[in-house]
């Protein structure tokens, strides 16, 4: 087996097993918590607005939307994780087939795995740091992916 | 057309797969044959989920919320707080089914991988047939055990928190997360080994047009859904997030101050808003899916056993269909009720192809498993 097909076959397994393994630990320990957070933080602010108590039920709805930010994060890491994961698994099936040289294909597999993981990650670390650190590691991230599905495009196109 | 027709058509194919994996009931082609009809499954009932259920529950919540509303503006919490209770009904009504179809497609996909590594998975044959069935009874257990949480609730449970469509649910995939392992373990154990079985290169080395049409199109249609998923991250995102949350606020606001139309007007707009992210997010996860689902169908190429002519055909009206559903979703913003039209005419498309290389892959099988056959 070429290494670039090795690269994304193990690298794909192993985001994907990641991604798995997050989404478990998440599942226990954060999501439901995060879920009935997320329902009491609304529906309280909406009662506190029916009691006339305008300041609280402003402070639940802005831990409403809170807590919504770092649902929707925590979901697309995990979901991202494994999604690019299994992509690499079978772009890596047929990646002899990008009609590069072996050094051309292992340059875009580097790219592919590098933002697979990268892009989740930052994803994730926006929401523990809402500064534009974690913003800049998801779109580079992305980046990479992009650029290196364009590349792998081209490469079929080519054929071998 | 004659059977011998078609067997000459199969014999000229340049990198016709062996059959040695994909022998009678063999743990290849229930993988093959059982992923294609979990993806169509999965498509079936996220068309039927999107019309019968979909939109109708978007009602209920955005009545729901005015509900909310009018409490507020008349002094009544509890009538707030039994507003939210009903939306965090509808809400698992709509969670159960979006997780039902996804599981199905998802599980279908795997199955597919699945069914392409089995050349390289060192197992006995008699195991790799039992870890798909167990596979594959997972992967319906799970998806038919969410879709009926709703339904089923805690009735005659033993556990407090947890109903028994919940406990089925989680026992498929428990099912599903055994057979993975074990797939894992006996690829592992190929790698370690490194004695690959000649045959499994067989499927990969297919060089059709049908095939390329699929791999280079199916890719094409990941990159796009990718590019999509930034722009929307980067130029939508953080808007609608902002806005999600004013408009909140100014429900509650506007219902304290008993400005009704106000606060039924920001119902309004929440319901808007909703309905373009979900768009977005189904655009973008659609057409990812619908890539992936492309490559994978351009390795079982070899195995439909249709004339080439029919075989191109599906390839393009499966790369059509899978473009034209996201893309008329994406438009169902500005043109309404008519690009939802087009978005299932797309989506259509796909399960017609689909469809029709299940046909083939069966006939395929028909054939090897033919008194005299000599495949």
Same mark, same amino acid.
């Given at each position: 087996m070429t290494a670039p097909r090795k690269l994304l076959i193990i690298g794909g397994l192993a985001l994907a097993a990641w991604g798995m393994a997050y989404g478990i630990f998440y599942a226990v320990f954060i999501e439901h918590q995060t879920l009935d957070g997320l329902g009491g933080a609304l529906a309280s602010g909406f009662m506190r607005a029916a009691e006339r108590r305008m300041t609280e039920s402003q402070a639940a709805l802005a831990d409403a939307a809170s807590r919504s930010f770092v649902y929707v994060r925590q979901v697309d890491a995990h979901g991202h994780w494994i999604g690019l994961g299994l992509l690499l698994v079978i772009l890596g099936i047929s990646f002899?087939?990008?009609?590069?040289?072996e050094k051309g294909r292992l340059v875009l597999a580097l790219m592919l795995l590098a933002g697979s993981a990268l892009f989740p990650l930052g994803v994730l670390l926006e929401t523990w740091n809402r500064g534009p650190g974690p913003q800049a590691i998801a779109v580079l991230g992305s980046a990479l992916v992009i650029f290196g599905l364009f590349g792998t495009v081209w490469g079929f196109a080519r054929g071998d | 057309m004659t059977a011998s027709d078609h067997s000459l058509d199969i014999a000229m194919t340049p990198g016709m797969a062996s059959s040695v994996d994909f022998q009678q009931m063999g743990a290849q082609r229930m993988l093959v044959i059982g992923g294609i009809a979990l993806i169509l499954g999965g498509m079936i009932l996220g068309d039927i989920f999107a019309v019968f259920i979909l939109h109708p529950n978007a009602d209920r919540i955005g009545a729901a919320l005015v509900d909310a509303t009018r409490a507020v503006a008349a002094q009544d919490p509890h009538g707030a707080g039994a507003a939210f209770a009903k939306i965090g009904g509808y809400l698992e009504n709509r969670g159960t089914k979006v997780d039902a179809h996804a599981h199905m497609i998802s599980f279908g996909y795997i199955a597919l991988l699945l069914a392409l590594l089995q050349p390289v998975v060192a197992i006995s044959e008699a195991r790799k047939k039992f870890f798909a069935k167990l596979f594959l009874w997972g992967a319906t257990l799970l998806p038919v055990g969410v879709f009926l949480i709703h339904y089923v609730?805690?009735?005659?449970?033993?556990l407090s928190a947890i109903g028994w469509a919940s406990i089925f649910a989680d026992l498929g995939g428990l099912f599903v997360f055994l057979a993975c392992a074990v797939e894992l373990i006996g690829l592992w154990r190929n790698f370690r +080994?490194?004695?690959? +079985?000649?045959?499994?290169e067989a499927p990969l080395s297919e060089r059709s047009w049908a095939a390329r049409v699929l791999l280079a199109g199916g890719t094409l249609l990941v990159m796009l859904g990718f590019l999509h998923g930034a722009w929307y991250a980067g130029a939508d995102l953080y808007r609608y997030e902002a806005r999600d949350n004013e408009l909140l606020s100014a429900m509650a606001v506007k219902a304290a101050a008993n400005d009704l139309p106000g606060a039924t007007e920001a119902v309004r707009d929440y319901g808007g808003l909703q309905g373009t992210k979900a768009v977005n997010i189904a655009a973008h996860a659609h057409i990812i899916e619908f890539g992936i689902l492309a490559i994978l169908l351009a390795f079982f190429q070899p195995y439909v056993f249709l004339r080439e002519n029919w075989k191109r055909i599906w390839a393009i009206t499966l790369i059509v269909g899978s473009l034209a559903l996201p893309l008329f979703v994406l438009l169902e913003l500005q043109w309404g009720l008519f690009a939802g039209g087009l978005a299932d005419v797309g989506g259509l498309l796909v399960i017609i192809a689909l469809f029709a290389m299940l046909i083939g892959i069966w006939r395929y099988t028909g054939n090897l498993d033919a008194p005299g056959s000599e495949q």
């Open positions: 002899d087939r990008v009609g590069f040289q | 609730g805690l009735a005659w449970s033993p +080994n490194m004695k690959a +079985n000649p045959s499994a």
